[in-house]
Structures are given as C-alpha cells and as structure tokens.
C-alpha cells in the first residue's frame, strides 16, 4: 500500500471557525510533511515531522497547529483563518526521519485538501 | 523562496511527439527528483537522480543532470495526451525538499 489520504477533499470555513485536516498513511514511514499549494504555484513546506516530533516549522503562522497523534497520523489545526490562507494543503510521507544532509527520500504524497476560508 | 526554475513555464504539443523540460538550481544538492502533478491533485514521484548521476532513464522519461552548470531536464518521449500535467522538479537542500516553479504540459490528441 503506497496510499497517503487525506480528509476532507474539500473544506470551506469561516474565518471564526476551527477545523482540522487529516492525513493518514500505512506503509510504515517515519517522516510526514504539511505543504501548502496556492493555484500555478510549486508546493511551499510548511511542517515536518520525523518519529513524530515536530523537526521543521517553516515560520508558519500559528492560526496552523499541527499534530502527529502516531506515527500514521498527521493533523493540521486550523483556527481563526484569513482569505488567504486558501490553497491546497498537501500531505506528504517519506521512509525515514530526517538524517540531515545525505537525505535522499522520496516523497508520497496525498492527494491533498481543497480549502477556501470565506 | 523556491531554489528551482523551470523553463518553459508551459509546453503544448501534439500526442506522439517529445517534451523536453529545464530546470536550474542555486546551491549544491544530493540529489534531484521530478514529480508530476494533474490538476489540483497531489504530486506524484517520477524519478530520482543523485548528484553522481549524469542520466537516468525510466520508461519513457529521461532526465539528465549537470551539477556543473546545476540544471536538469526531464524528457518524455512519444508523448500521450494522459501526460497532460504540471511537472515539478525538486532539489534536496539541507534536509528540505525544495521545488521549482513547474512546467505545465499540455498534450493534445
């Protein structure tokens, strides 16, 4: 299984609203990434996270709170959004934590969430 | 910012013909690796090469790369109209994955 899924496809919220994304995986990988995707841009990394510790917070604002219950799990927390904060968040995973330099992973990635904060 | 440009920044041509994508880097890399994306969708992993390699084939995609001038190509030979898509390419840096701006391909039937 080389899945990674993400919940819900889509997302519309209010800017007083608190939601959470959901990416799951079951191929065993230690590594689990947030990128944010505005439209005919390249995918930016927001968070990483390896032996579900939080190893990277690329000074995301934190209205985003991530979360990695297991080592299969991966939330994003969303609360008190701005219109621009509307794009698609994608769920990556890779085989292993991060080793620094010399980290040759690939990357899976979900097929991402759909959101639009009114 | 993103480490990565690609040119063109969209490509249109006919099925059975071949595609021919660029992309530079700033700084030294592990290695490079090439995703395609369809629309609004999620990114999928095409292929890898490392910062030893000079080519790489895998079916019908070949990528090349040369550290002295940091760029890369990706080629799709006899295209498809099913490659229609977005194609990223992505460089290791430290211990993040960076990508470039994207080429959009159309292939028409």
């Known amino acids: 299984d080389t899945e990674v899924t993400q919940t819900p496809k889509h997302l519309v919220m209010g800017m007083t609203n608190k939601k959470s994304l959901k990416c799951e995986q079951h191929m065993g990988h230690r590594a689990m990434y947030w990128y944010k995707q505005k439209a005919k841009k390249p995918p930016e990394l927001m968070f990483v996270?390896?032996?579900?510790?939080?190893?990277i917070n690329e000074s995301v604002p934190s209205r985003f709170s991530p979360e990695c219950p297991n080592s299969s799990l991966l939330n994003l927390h969303l609360h008190a959004l701005q219109p621009e904060d509307s794009a698609l968040y994608l769920c990556?995973?890779?085989?292993?934590?991060?080793?620094?330099?010399?980290?040759?992973?690939?990357?899976?990635f979900g097929p991402g969430t759909r959101l639009t904060v009114l | 910012s993103q480490q990565g440009e690609e040119d063109p920044q969209a490509l249109s041509i006919q099925e059975g013909e071949n595609a021919t994508m660029n992309c530079s880097y700033k700084t030294s890399i592990n290695n490079l690796q090439w995703y395609r994306q369809n629309s609004g969708r999620g990114l999928v992993h095409l292929i890898l090469?490392?910062?030893?390699?000079r080519e790489k084939h895998s079916g019908r995609l070949r990528v090349t790369l040369d550290t002295s001038k940091k760029s890369s190509s990706l080629l799709i030979t006899a295209s498809r109209a099913a490659d229609t898509a977005s194609y990223f390419c992505?460089?290791?840096?430290?211990?993040?994955?960076?990508f470039g701006e994207g080429t959009q391909l159309t292939v028409n039937p």
């Open positions: 996270y390896s032996y579900e510790k939080l190893s």
């Open positions: 090469i490392r910062s030893n390699e």
């Open positions: 992505a460089s290791i840096r430290g211990s993040r994955l960076t």
């Open positions: 990556a995973s890779s085989q292993a934590g991060l080793a620094g330099i010399g980290w040759t992973d690939t990357q899976y």
